[in-house]
């Protein structure tokens, strides 16, 4: 099969990681890939099967988006690609016109709540539509074409086990892309007024992290909090930390939630939808976006009155696994 992947960039991130993930496997199992998009730190990591694309996916800007579709468009009737297949709400609108211009089949995978507006309209004229999870399918809902699956995020098995923090000092980690969504500051107002010893360790970057630099500044925690940027070996922060927190404030599906349930480790998350779908008992949860219920939660867990949330990491499939319900949605529109 020939499949073309359409996301904004290849940097750090859920979606990126996503189509990395799917792209790669799908090579292996002898598919031809081409993935467009504007470039990133995370090109390097597709493998040399797969075909790339640099184009201005990225930009909302209709004349640069035409451009790309026409571009797109060409390529896939030259090369009689089978499946168009997009990520992120410019680059569905690119792939819903080189779709209609090429006459091949557009598939669109929604991997958060997004707003509903006239944006997703190509969602609801994609030839399939795949959710990341049960509760972005129920938030489109009748936005939704016929032919929609839920198809969980695929994760690889994990190279360590939780062990602690050797430390000594109890360590909370966030891992994430730094913006609004994510709910850092939450976290660290939370963490403003929790006592004791204790320390944040927050791995990555993003549009907001001067802005929570100056936000732990001014909440007095400079001591206490660092920011390490973009690290790539999340899974030993991960290993090592005594607490994982997820505070964000909306989710298609975490996938660093899910690798750190399948890790192990400890983890304190917010009560989301899609995290609901994971967890064993939701009521272990912290409300979304409110800094004294995590404040009250996080001072409980130091203390030992407070459990972190159970999951079962039997709900997350193996990238394989994903990999052959995408084919079956392909195979679905094509027929």
Same mark, same amino acid.
């Given at each position: 099969?020939?499949?073309?992947?359409?996301?904004?960039?290849?940097?750090?991130?859920?979606?990126?990681?996503?189509?990395?993930?799917?792209?790669?496997?799908?090579?292996?199992?002898?598919?031809?890939?081409?993935?467009?998009?504007?470039?990133?730190?995370?090109?390097?990591?597709?493998?040399?099967?797969?075909?790339?694309?640099?184009?201005? /996916?990225?930009?909302?800007?209709?004349?640069?988006?035409?451009?790309?579709?026409?571009?797109?468009?060409?390529?896939?009737?030259?090369?009689?690609?089978?499946?168009?297949?997009?990520?992120?709400?410019?680059?569905?609108?690119?792939?819903?016109?080189?779709?209609?211009?090429?006459?091949?089949?557009?598939?669109?995978? %929604?991997?958060?709540?997004?707003?509903?507006?006239? %944006?997703?309209?190509?969602?609801?004229?994609?030839?399939?539509?795949?959710?990341?999870?049960?509760?972005?399918?129920?938030?489109?809902?009748?936005?939704?074409?016929?032919?929609?699956?839920?198809?969980?995020?695929?994760?690889?098995?994990?190279?360590?086990?939780?062990?602690?923090?050797?430390?000594?000092?109890?360590?909370?980690?966030?891992?994430?892309?730094?913006?609004?969504?994510?709910?850092?500051?939450?976290?660290?107002?939370?963490?403003?007024?929790?006592?004791?010893?204790?320390?944040?360790?927050?791995?990555?970057?993003?549009?907001?992290?001067?802005?929570?630099?100056?936000?732990?500044?001014?909440?007095?925690?400079?001591?206490?909090?660092?920011?390490?940027?973009?690290?790539?070996? /999340?899974?030993?922060?991960?290993?090592?930390?005594?607490?994982?927190?997820?505070?964000?404030?909306?989710?298609?599906?975490?996938?660093?939630?899910?690798?750190?349930?399948?890790?192990?480790?400890?983890?304190?998350?917010?009560?989301?939808?899609? /995290?609901?779908?994971?967890?064993? !008992?939701?009521?272990?949860?912290?409300? %979304?976006? !409110?800094?004294?219920?995590?404040?009250?939660?996080?001072?409980?867990?130091?203390?030992?009155?407070?459990?972190?949330?159970?999951?079962?990491?039997?709900?997350?499939?193996?990238?394989?696994?994903?990999?052959?319900?995408?084919?079956? /949605?392909?195979?679905?529109?094509?027929?």
């Amino acid at each position: 099969m020939k499949v073309m992947m359409i996301l904004p960039e290849l940097v750090e991130g859920g979606v990126e990681r996503h189509v990395l993930d799917l792209s790669n496997h799908l090579c292996t199992m002898g598919h031809r890939v081409w993935v467009v998009s504007a470039g990133g730190s995370l090109e390097d990591r597709l493998s040399p099967d797969v075909e790339v694309l640099h184009l201005p /996916v990225h930009l909302k800007n209709p004349a640069t988006a035409l451009y790309s579709a026409v571009r797109i468009a060409r390529i896939a009737s030259n090369n009689r690609l089978d499946v168009i297949h997009t990520h992120s709400r410019v680059p569905n609108w690119i792939g819903w016109w080189a779709s209609r211009m090429s006459r091949v089949p557009l598939v669109i995978t %929604a991997h958060s709540c997004y707003r509903r507006n006239v %944006a997703l309209l190509p969602i609801n004229r994609a030839d399939g539509v795949i959710c990341v999870s049960e509760s972005v399918r129920e938030h489109l809902g009748e936005l939704l074409p016929v032919r929609s699956a839920v198809i969980f995020n695929g994760m690889e098995e994990p190279s360590v086990t939780w062990v602690g923090d050797p430390g000594g000092i109890p360590s909370f980690l966030f891992v994430g892309r730094i913006t609004q969504s994510k709910g850092l500051g939450v976290l660290l107002e939370a963490l403003g007024g929790v006592d004791g010893d204790w320390r944040l360790d927050v791995v990555g970057d993003g549009p907001q992290r001067h802005q929570m630099e100056a936000l732990s500044c001014r909440l007095g925690l400079s001591n206490r909090v660092t920011f390490h940027g973009f690290r790539d070996d /999340v899974v030993h922060w991960m290993s090592r930390c005594s607490c994982f927190v997820f505070p964000s404030l909306e989710e298609g599906m975490g996938r660093t939630l899910m690798r750190a349930v399948q890790i192990g480790t400890p983890v304190m998350a917010s009560n989301l939808p899609a /995290v609901r779908e994971l967890a064993l !008992d939701p009521s272990e949860l912290v409300p %979304a976006g !409110d800094p004294w219920a995590w404040s009250f939660a996080l001072a409980g867990f130091l203390r030992g009155e407070r459990p972190s949330a159970r999951f079962d990491p039997g709900r997350i499939p193996s990238v394989q696994t994903m990999a052959l319900r995408v084919l079956d /949605v392909y195979r679905g529109v094509l027929a």
